[in-house]
């Protein structure tokens, strides 16, 4: 199975609760607010924090009104930058992530659809908008998009009752 680490998750997690505080105007939250609206450990959260604003995704704040907020707008923060902040590079095989990574490189017969899919996936990620992760899901039935990986990269196509995800 292929996903991402649980901080990772969380980190995504804490930046939406920023995000919905953000475009609601309720301004700056410290680590325990941010930590029971997630239902999260506190040290956890503080680490997720630390490293979120360490990586220029968020302002800390100092005082007894202090606090997180976003450094910028969430329309600007993609998932995938989120995900190589806290995960490193997204890449499914070794030979995503760097050339020479695997020694198996010059070989390989199917090193160049795996990077095909590995920009995919990356491409995918950088679309996605922290803001888009804050609106609700459309209703079974709805005028959902997919996106499809087809042989000349991601297409978009309309959701149906057909369709799978």
Known sequence: MLRMSRITDYGIVL????????????GVHNAREL???AG??????????KALTREGFLLSHRGARGGYALARPAESISVAAV?????????LTECGTQPGACDRESSCAV?????????????TLEQVRLSELLAPAPACGGAATLVELTPG????????SGSRA
């Open 15 to 26: 930046l939406t609760h920023l995000a919905a505080a953000d475009a609601a105007g309720t």
């Open 35 to 37: 930590a029971e609206r």
């Open 153 to 160: 990269g991601l297409a978009a196509a309309p959701a149906t």
């Open 40 to 49: 999260l450990p506190l040290p956890v959260v503080s680490k997720i924090l």
């Open 83 to 91: 995900i190589d902040a806290l995960e490193g590079p997204i890449a």
């Open 111 to 123: 090193r160049e659809p795996w990077q095909q899919i590995n920009r995919a996936v990356r491409d």
